[in-house]
C-alpha cells in the first residue's frame, strides 16, 4: 500500500515562508493527483489546495491563494506546499493526499474523486 | 462556518445504529459525489466510504452511505467502542471549484 511522509513543518514567524514536502512510496505517484489538506488545532478539515497528475490544473482555497504554491516534482515522487506570508490562522496540522481514482488523459475528475490515503501530517505553527 | 452543515456530535450504545447527516447544496452534494472520512483520535484522516456509497476494502459492512438530493448521511450499525471518532464528508463544490468539508461530527460510544 503506497504510502505518504510529510516534513519540512515547525515554528515560524508572522509573514515567513516555508516549503512542505509530501514523499510518495510507490512507483504511481505520477498517474494520480494529489492535494493538501489541514486541521487547525482542535478544529476541523480543512481543503487547501489540488494539484493534477501532470501538475496542469491546480486549484486553491481563498483562504490561501496568492500566498501558497503547489508543485510537484514526479521525477522524485514528491509534492510540495510552498507557503509565503504566513499568518497566525494558517498554524495547523498539514497532511498530504492522493485522490482515490487515477487520472486518465488531462483529466483527475476532480469533482468526482477522493482522498486516500493521508500522510501522517506535518505542524506548522506561525508566531511571534 | 463550514459549508457542508454536519450535527457536531452523535452518540450511542453498543450495538446501536446511528445516523450521522450531512447538509450542502446544489453546487457541491447536488452535482457531485460525497465522501466519509473517520479520525480516530490522535491520527490523521482515513477514507471510510467514497461515491456516495461505496466502501473501501477493509471497512466493515456495518459503516454504509447514501445520497438524496442536496443531502448525504452514514450510518453505522452495530456500534462499537473502536467506532469512537470523528466524522467528516466532503464534496466537491462547482462554485468554490475546490473541495468543501463539514465540520466535522464527533461520535461517542456510550
Known amino acids: 500500500e503506497e504510502q505518504l511522509l510529510e516534513s519540512g513543518g515547525g515554528l515560524v514567524q508572522p509573514g515567513g515562508s516555508l516549503r512542505l514536502s509530501c514523499a510518495a512510496s510507490g512507483s504511481t505517484f505520477s498517474i494520480y493527483g494529489m492535494s493538501w489538506v489541514r486541521q487547525a488545532p482542535g478544529k476541523g478539515l480543512e481543503w487547501v489546495s489540488s494539484?493534477?497528475?501532470?501538475?496542469?490544473?491546480?486549484y486553491y482555497a481563498d483562504s490561501v491563494r496568492g500566498r501558497f504554491t503547489i508543485s510537484r516534482d514526479n521525477s522524485k515522487n514528491t509534492l510540495y506546499l510552498q507557503m509565503n506570508s504566513l499568518r497566525a490562522e494558517d498554524t495547523a496540522i498539514y497532511y498530504c493526499?492522493?485522490?482515490?481514482?487515477?487520472?486518465?488523459?488531462?483529466?483527475?475528475?476532480?469533482?468526482?474523486?477522493?482522498?486516500?490515503?493521508w500522510g501522517q501530517g506535518t505542524l506548522v505553527t506561525v508566531s511571534s | 462556518q463550514s459549508v457542508l452543515t454536519q450535527p457536531p456530535s452523535a452518540s450511542g450504545t453498543p450495538g446501536q445504529r446511528v445516523t450521522i447527516s450531512c447538509s450542502g447544496s446544489s453546487s457541491n452534494i447536488g452535482r457531485n459525489t460525497v465522501n466519509w472520512y473517520q479520525q480516530l483520535p490522535g491520527t490523521a484522516p482515513k477514507l471510510l466510504m467514497y461515491?456516495?456509497?461505496q466502501r473501501p476494502s477493509g471497512v466493515p459492512d456495518r459503516f454504509s452511505g447514501s445520497k438524496s438530493g442536496t443531502s448525504a448521511s452514514l450510518a453505522i450499525s452495530g456500534l462499537q467502542s473502536e467506532d469512537e471518532a470523528d466524522y467528516y464528508c466532503a464534496a466537491w463544490d462547482d462554485s468554490l471549484n475546490g473541495v468543501v468539508f463539514g465540520g466535522g461530527t464527533k461520535l461517542t460510544v456510550l
Open positions: 494539484i493534477t497528475n501532470s501538475g496542469g490544473t491546480i
Open positions: 493526499a492522493k485522490y482515490g481514482r487515477k487520472c486518465s488523459g488531462v483529466s483527475c475528475y476532480s469533482n468526482t474523486n477522493w482522498f486516500d490515503p
Open positions: 461515491s456516495d456509497d
